[in-house]
């Protein structure tokens, strides 16, 4: 079964993030902020999505 992820991506000062990449966990599906931050894909349930982003030259990571 599959299911719609979407959100909005933040950084620290609430400002929108363009270009992050959220990926399932261990593929290469995923998607890429536009330029408000919305992402929206579709994933098989009991998967994990990672996002990653880089601000001041610096690779974030989180699990979701």
Known sequence: ???MVQGKVFDETGETVPGAN???K????GATTDMDGN???EV???KYITLSF???DTARKKYV
């Open 54 to 56: 880089h601000l001041s």
């Open 39 to 41: 992402f929206a894909f």
């Open 1 to 3: 079964q599959k299911r």
């Open 26 to 29: 261990g593929t290469v599906q």
């Open 22 to 24: 959220i990926v399932v």
């Open 44 to 46: 098989a349930d009991g």
